[in-house]
Each structure stands twice: as structure tokens, then as C-alpha cells.
């Protein structure tokens, strides 16, 4: 079945540091691939998205490429701020799964310190 | 529009109770799911919905029922709440034609 590996948090940076969250997955078909956001006693949001293959998302400075010859979909900023600490999400949707529903990795916790 | 809402926000139950979390969304989406998110595991789908009167299980549906029906309304029962049920509980809707889902704020359930 699909799968979705993130590497494991906490992720401590100090504030204007560079930011790598790195994800790889295995799908059956061809899948669309997410980065949601969940910020402290919040519901998950959608950050950004990208649906075929060099693709990429990009939303407030976050920006990840879809690169199928190495099946990931790496999440990158080029200065983070405090109000960026969160716990990030990478999923992914495979048409070939009934109802085309989400598949999770486990989070990544990123704590941004002043 | 409110989008995605869930009702309670907090519930605390004992072994072999039962409860209704309650999920709404006002967008006229077809699709709804159910995901329980714990710690270090993402989150896992238990039951989604292509529409009124259509569900399916997802990865993990033991323990839980669900029905449809209503385009709106999409309740997630628990017979008999276990420990291992202790989790945080999150509503999803999207259109039929689209990818992206909206998510609700989610439902704390802790069982003693």
C-alpha cells in the first residue's frame, strides 16, 4: 500500500535559519502530494500542493518539489520566523485508492526560537 | 461559511460507553472522512464517505460506525469506547472532482 515517510522532529532552529523537512513516499498510482500545517490546538491546513511530477508548491516563503525519479517532496524555507513553529504534514492522494483519500506521514515538529 | 465544524471539542468517557463525535461542513462537498491522529503516527483515515447513503472503511475502522445521511452531517459512533481509542479525532470534506481537503478543528476524546 502507499506510504509516506517524514523525518522524525523536533526540528529546533533559531529564527532567519534555513529550513529542510524532508519526505519520501511509495505510492501504487499517481499520486498528488501535500504539505498540511497544524499549528498549536488547530486543525490541519493545507500549505501547499502538487499534482504531477516536477511540479512545485509554493505558499508563504514554504516551497517543496514533486520529484518522482527519487519519490519525495522536500519542504524548504529560506528563513523561518517564530510564527512558523508548528507540526508539519506530508500526505499524499492516490487515485488508485478508493476515495482517493489521504495518506500521512507522521509530522515533524518544528520549534523556531527567537 | 463556517466549513468543517466538530462537536465536542473535549470528551472524556469511560471504558465501554458510548458516543457520537459529530461532524458538519456547509460547502456541499461529497466527500467526508474520519482520521485519529496520534503521536508519532500522522494521521490514520477510519471511515469515509462519497456521499449520502455511501461509506467504506479506511485503514483502521475497528471500533467505529458511521453512516450518511445527509450531504452535510457525517457522525462517527463509538460503541463501546476502549483505551486505545484515546486520540484526537479530525473531520475531512472535499468535492468529488478536487484533492484538496478541509479539515475541522478536531475532537480530543481521552477513555479512562
Known amino acids: 500500500g502507499d506510504s509516506v515517510t517524514q523525518m522524525e522532529g523536533p526540528v529546533t532552529l533559531s529564527e532567519e535559519a534555513f529550513l529542510t523537512i524532508n519526505c519520501t513516499y511509495t505510492?501504487?498510482?499517481?499520486?498528488?502530494l501535500f504539505w498540511y500545517v497544524q499549528y498549536p490546538g488547530e486543525g490541519l491546513q493545507l500549505l501547499l500542493k502538487?499534482?504531477?511530477?516536477?511540479d512545485k508548491g509554493s505558499n508563504k516563503g514554504f516551497e517543496a518539489t514533486y520529484r518522482k525519479e527519487t519519490t519525495s517532496f522536500h519542504l524548504e524555507k529560506g528563513s523561518v520566523q517564530v510564527s512558523d513553529s508548528a507540526v508539519y504534514f506530508c500526505?499524499?492522494?492516490?487515485?488508485?485508492?478508493?476515495?482517493?483519500?489521504?495518506?500521512f506521514g507522521g509530522g515533524t515538529r518544528l520549534m523556531v526560537k527567537p | 461559511n463556517a466549513g468543517v465544524t466538530q462537536t465536542p471539542k473535549f470528551q472524556v468517557l469511560k471504558t465501554g460507553q458510548s458516543m457520537t463525535l459529530q461532524c458538519a461542513q456547509d460547502?456541499?462537498?461529497?466527500?467526508m472522512s474520519w482520521y485519529r491522529q496520534d503521536p508519532g503516527m500522522g494521521l490514520r483515515l477510519i471511515h469515509y464517505?462519497?456521499?449520502?447513503?455511501?461509506?467504506d472503511q479506511g485503514e483502521v475502522p475497528n471500533g467505529y460506525n458511521v453512516s450518511r445521511s445527509t450531504t452535510e452531517d457525517f457522525p462517527l459512533r463509538l460503541l463501546s469506547a476502549a483505551p486505545s481509542q484515546t486520540s484526537v479525532y479530525f473531520c475531512?470534506?472535499?468535492?468529488?472532482?478536487?484533492?484538496?481537503?478541509?479539515f475541522g478543528p478536531g475532537t480530543r476524546l481521552t477513555v479512562l
Open positions: 475531512a470534506s472535499r468535492t468529488s472532482g478536487g484533492n484538496e481537503q478541509f
Open positions: 505510492a501504487t498510482g499517481y499520486p498528488s
Open positions: 502538487a499534482t504531477k511530477a516536477d
Open positions: 500526505a499524499l492522494s492516490d487515485p488508485g485508492n478508493a476515495g482517493n483519500m489521504l495518506t
Open positions: 460547502m456541499n462537498h461529497e466527500y
Open positions: 464517505s462519497v456521499g449520502a447513503g455511501i461509506t
